[in-house]
Nanobody
Framework: QIQLVESGGRLVQNGDSLRLTCEAS????????MGWFRQAPGKEREFVAA????????DYADSVKGRSKITRNNPGNVGFLQIDSLKLEDAAVYYC??????????????????????WGQGTQVTVSS
């Protein structure tokens, strides 16, 4: 089973940019769809962004669309999430997730937590004004 480790979370100021990293091991990263989710205190976990196995199809939540970029480097077994113009509402624990690519039949599936079988431990992003 593939294992995931997120990193890059830190304290940032409102308006800053941040890049989160997801490192995979124990399997071929190209066999998996990659997703990013986040959970703020008192809130349910929500979808942020996703990329199919080759990065050919991307999806973004409305909350980050236009100011975020999801990328992946399969030979290096790493994925990234870049967020610009960070807002107070972006403060959360961010999770990288991976799901076997043959489970994703449509772009809609990219937003479904149930499709992702592997999860990292999370990296915390704190935003201050």
């Amino acid at each position: 089973q593939i294992q995931l480790v997120e990193s890059g979370g830190r304290l940032v100021q409102n308006g800053d940019s941040l890049r989160l990293t997801c490192e995979a091991s124990g399997g071929s990263f190209s066999s998996y769809t990659m997703g990013w989710f986040r959970q703020a205190p008192g809130k349910e976990r929500e979808f942020v962004a996703a990329a199919t196995w080759s990065g050919g199809t991307l999806d973004y939540a409305d909350s980050v669309k236009g100011r975020s970029k999801i990328t992946r480097n399969n030979p290096g077994n790493v994925g990234f999430l870049q967020i610009d113009s960070l807002k107070l509402e972006d403060a959360a624990v961010y999770y990288c997730a991976a799901g076997r690519r043959n489970l994703f039949m449509s772009q809609r599936d990219l937003r479904e937590e149930e499709k992702y079988g592997s999860w990292g431990q999370g990296t915390q992003v704190t935003v201050s004004s």
